[in-house]
């Protein structure tokens, strides 16, 4: 399972070019997933009805994973450590914790939300060009 972080997936949605490159490589067997919490980042960023049908159409592609109920407590424990320390946001915790209960990597650039998460994983998909 290859699970994406907004950012990666919003370059795939915007068909950046390296993102592409990547994508396309990818053994077409691999299940391509988002958290549960990415798909909702994903709806918040919608402005209008046209735009959501579009994402909802755009999503129908990849599988959606959520945190399992009883890892709740261990993501809660995570955010509550440091959310005051590392200014943990909530839902990188919720996204990192999902990735850690799977046993997969996140696939992301944003590194630094997730580097206090004990266990998780990030890779960088594809270089980023400026």
């Given at each position: 399972?290859?699970?994406?972080?907004?950012?990666?997936?919003?370059d795939?949605?915007?068909?950046?070019?390296?993102?592409?490159?990547?994508?396309?490589?990818?053994?077409?067997?691999?299940?391509?997933?988002?958290?549960?919490?990415?798909?909702?980042?994903?709806?918040?960023?919608?402005?209008?009805?046209?735009?959501?049908?579009?994402?909802?159409?755009?999503?129908?592609?990849?599988?959606?994973?959520?945190?399992?109920?009883?890892?709740?407590?261990?993501?809660?424990?995570?955010?509550?450590?440091?959310?005051?320390?590392?200014?943990?946001?909530?839902?990188?915790?919720?996204?990192?914790?999902?990735?850690?209960?799977?046993?997969?990597?996140?696939?992301?650039?944003?590194?630094?939300?997730?580097?206090?998460?004990p266990?998780?994983?990030?890779?960088?998909?594809?270089?980023?060009?400026?």
């Amino acid at each position: 399972m290859i699970l994406l972080d907004s950012d990666v997936i919003i370059d795939l949605f915007r068909e950046y070019p390296p993102a592409k490159m990547w994508f396309d490589s990818i053994n077409d067997g691999e299940t391509m997933a988002l958290s549960g919490f990415v798909v909702m980042e994903l709806i918040q960023g919608c402005e209008n009805k046209l735009q959501l049908k579009k994402l909802q159409r755009d999503l129908s592609f990849y599988e959606t994973v959520w945190l399992e109920a009883e890892n709740c407590e261990q993501a809660l424990d995570v955010f509550t450590s440091y959310y005051l320390s590392h200014n943990a946001g909530l839902i990188d915790v919720l996204i990192g914790m999902t990735a850690v209960t799977l046993g997969v990597p996140l696939y992301t650039f944003n590194e630094k939300h997730y580097q206090f998460v004990p266990g998780l994983k990030t890779l960088q998909p594809y270089l980023k060009t400026s």
